[in-house]
Each structure stands twice: as C-alpha cells, then as structure tokens.
C-alpha cells in the first residue's frame, strides 16, 4: 500500500470513520476511501454495494470490475459500548461485549455500584449519564444501553444516544414501563422516529430471566443490529 494511502486510513481511523479499501492481486491496493465519501466507482463499476456488505459484515467481498478481480477490504473503527447503570445485568453484558471486541464503559454516578471490583477490567465513568455521553460522543459503531430502571439516569442518557447516529439504542424494562418511559421522552421533544430507535424492552425474545441471560439477550439483539440481521429468518 501507498504512503499516502495508509496515512489517509490512518486518519480516517483516528476520526472513527468506516472505510474501504480496493485491492487488485495485480496491481495492489488501488483505491482506499471513507465510507461516507459517496458511492464507491472504479471505471464504469459501481462498487457501493460490495463495500456496503464488507463494512456491515466487517469482511472482504470479491468482485469482478474492468475484467479484474478486486477485494473490498473494510477498515472499520473499534466498537464501543455505554453502559448506563452498574447493575448485576451489566456485571454479565460487560465481559460479554469486550468478548465480542467492544471497548465497555459502564456509566453511573453510583459509586457504591460503579466500582472497579465488580467491574473489573472495564473504564467506569462515574457522572451523569448525559454528562457522560457527551464526552462519549457515541458514533455510528458505537451502543447505548441504559439499565438503571431510573427515569432520571435512564431517560436523559437515551435523550443524548437519539441526538447521536448510535446504531442500536436500548432500554430495560417491560413494554408497560416503556410506554410510559417514550411519553416522558416525547415531552422533552423526542420525535416518533426518535422513540423509534430505542429497542424496549431491551433484548431479544429468549425468555430470558437471570441477569446472564438478560444480558445474553441484549448482546444477541445488539449483534443482529450491527450486522443488519433483525427480522431474517
């Protein structure tokens, strides 16, 4: 790879900007370009589609432009994961999301809870849950969870994630609880299509009841998010 075309990657990856990477077996790697750059074109070949499935994949794809065979190569940021509220549900999601490449915070003014001895290995942010996200700065590979069942930790983190391209947005608690949670919400301003992003209750259909298996759930939920999954058979 060219000079120019690994410190443009490098860049890209510092501001937390998908990418692509076009390689030939032949000529090596002959384009690289942001994901939000517009559609991918080589020659007469429109290449948007394959680069769209490597980045929600985070695999190469193969094809055929100009008679060559090309691999899109997708340069994805790290993944990142709020945890708002350091409950045992958390205890169990953040080892399993740092398992599945998540860089975890857990986010609670609750210092009693948002402790390093029952989150080992895991950032701990002990403000508001607003303040907080703020500084997170959640992107388009980024997740928020928010699990306190408290409308005044809960309900202005989830007011920041809406204000954020956060690809999957969550919330604990029963559809009732939910309801009245999106009424809150829409009292502070929050649209229909905004109510709309936050998956409540939080996690798939399993049946789940511990802590671990709620977790489980979310985790399952969030994975089908990112690789555009939900509703497939």
């Given at each position: 790879?060219?000079?120019?075309?690994?410190?443009t990657l490098?860049?890209l990856?510092?501001?937390?900007?998908?990418?692509?990477a076009?390689?030939?077996?032949?000529?090596?790697?002959?384009?690289?370009?942001?994901?939000?750059?517009?559609?991918?074109?080589?020659g007469?070949?429109?290449?948007?589609?394959?680069?769209?499935?490597?980045?929600a994949?985070?695999?190469p794809?193969?094809?055929?432009?100009d008679?060559?065979?090309?691999?899109?190569a997708?340069?994805n940021?790290?993944l990142?994961?709020?945890?708002v509220?350091?409950?045992?549900?958390s205890q169990?999601?953040?080892?399993?999301?740092?398992?599945a490449?998540?860089?975890?915070?857990?986010i609670d003014?609750?210092t009693?809870?948002?402790?390093?001895?029952?989150?080992p290995g895991?950032?701990?942010?002990?403000?508001?849950?607003d303040?907080?996200?703020?500084?997170?700065a959640?992107?388009?590979?980024?997740?928020v969870?928010?699990l306190?069942?408290d409308?005044?930790l809960?309900?202005?983190?989830?007011a920041?994630?809406?204000?954020?391209?956060?690809f999957?947005?969550a919330?604990?608690?029963?559809?009732?609880?939910?309801?009245?949670?999106?009424?809150?919400?829409?009292?502070?301003?929050?649209?229909?299509?905004?109510?709309?992003?936050?998956?409540?209750p939080?996690?798939l259909?399993i049946?789940?009841?511990?802590?671990?298996?709620?977790a489980?759930?979310?985790?399952?939920?969030?994975?089908a998010?990112?690789r555009?999954?939900e509703?497939?058979?």
């Amino acid at each position: 790879m060219r000079l120019d075309m690994l410190r443009t990657l490098n860049e890209l990856r510092t501001a937390r900007r998908p990418a692509v990477a076009v390689v030939s077996p032949r000529q090596g790697t002959i384009r690289v370009q942001a994901a939000d750059a517009g559609p991918l074109q080589l020659g007469g070949t429109d290449l948007s589609q394959a680069a769209q499935t490597a980045l929600a994949h985070d695999q190469p794809q193969w094809v055929e432009a100009d008679g060559d065979k090309l691999m899109i190569a997708p340069f994805n940021p790290p993944l990142r994961l709020a945890i708002v509220g350091a409950v045992h549900i958390s205890q169990a999601l953040a080892p399993m999301a740092r398992l599945a490449g998540y860089d975890v915070t857990v986010i609670d003014p609750r210092t009693a809870f948002a402790s390093a001895e029952r989150f080992p290995g895991t950032a701990i942010d002990r403000r508001w849950p607003d303040e907080a996200l703020e500084d997170f700065a959640p992107d388009i590979r980024s997740a928020v969870v928010t699990l306190t069942h408290d409308p005044k930790l809960d309900e202005p983190a989830l007011a920041r994630a809406l204000a954020s391209p956060a690809f999957y947005i969550a919330a604990l608690g029963s559809r009732r609880t939910h309801g009245a949670r999106c009424e809150r919400l829409a009292a502070r301003g929050i649209d229909a299509a905004g109510l709309a992003r936050i998956h409540g209750p939080a996690g798939l259909a399993i049946g789940a009841r511990t802590p671990a298996e709620i977790a489980l759930a979310i985790m399952a939920q969030m994975t089908a998010v990112l690789r555009r999954a939900e509703g497939r058979p």
